[in-house]
């Protein structure tokens, strides 16, 4: 077991991934979730089971977050996450929990690729992709780049930086 492995299971984190809907947050996050036996949670899910605005979906998200990591649970948090507003309030869940928050951006810059995977999904439109408000991230967020990668490549770069 290495460094990373053993403070995940005895602390928990946050790990907080970000990014345009068809960038394959959600294939890596579900990849991570699986290999290191963290919580998944999804915003998409709980706003398509409860019929709820966004702002609702991230708050029932940040709860359900807080409780699991007080239980010294890694969670696995994938969501657009497009303000600062909103990274901000997840970082706070990790505070409040006294864990640690790693943020991922997953990003897809072939846009052949991303638009496919959007139209694939079917909604959103790739209209409301490319013109969802999305604020740039600042300083000491991992980015990962997905386009043309398998999504093992990509789990492992980004387990591999937040080691380092």
Avoid at 2 to 23: A, C, D, F, H, V
Avoid at 107 to 121: A, I, L, M, P
């Amino acid at each position: 077991m290495n460094t990373y492995e053993q403070n995940e299971q005895e602390l928990g984190m946050l790990i907080i991934l970000s990014g345009l809907p068809g960038s394959g947050k959600s294939s890596i996050g579900r990849a991570l979730a699986r290999e290191i036996r963290a919580v998944f949670l999804r915003i998409d899910s709980i706003e398509r089971e409860i019929a709820c605005e966004a702002d609702e979906g991230y708050r029932v998200a940040y709860a359900v977050a807080e409780d699991n990591l007080r239980l010294g649970m890694t969670v696995i948090a994938d969501s657009v996450n497009p303000i600062a507003i909103t990274r901000t309030a997840w970082r706070s869940v990790a505070d409040r929990a006294g864990v640690r928050a790693v943020e991922v951006e997953v990003r897809c810059s072939d846009v052949e690729e991303h638009r496919r995977r959007v139209e694939e999904r079917g909604t959103p439109s790739w209209q409301a992709v490319v013109e969802r408000e999305y604020e740039a991230w600042g300083d000491g967020v991992i980015s990962i780049e997905t386009a043309g990668r398998s999504v093992a490549e990509c789990v492992a770069e980004m387990r591999a930086r937040m080691e380092s």
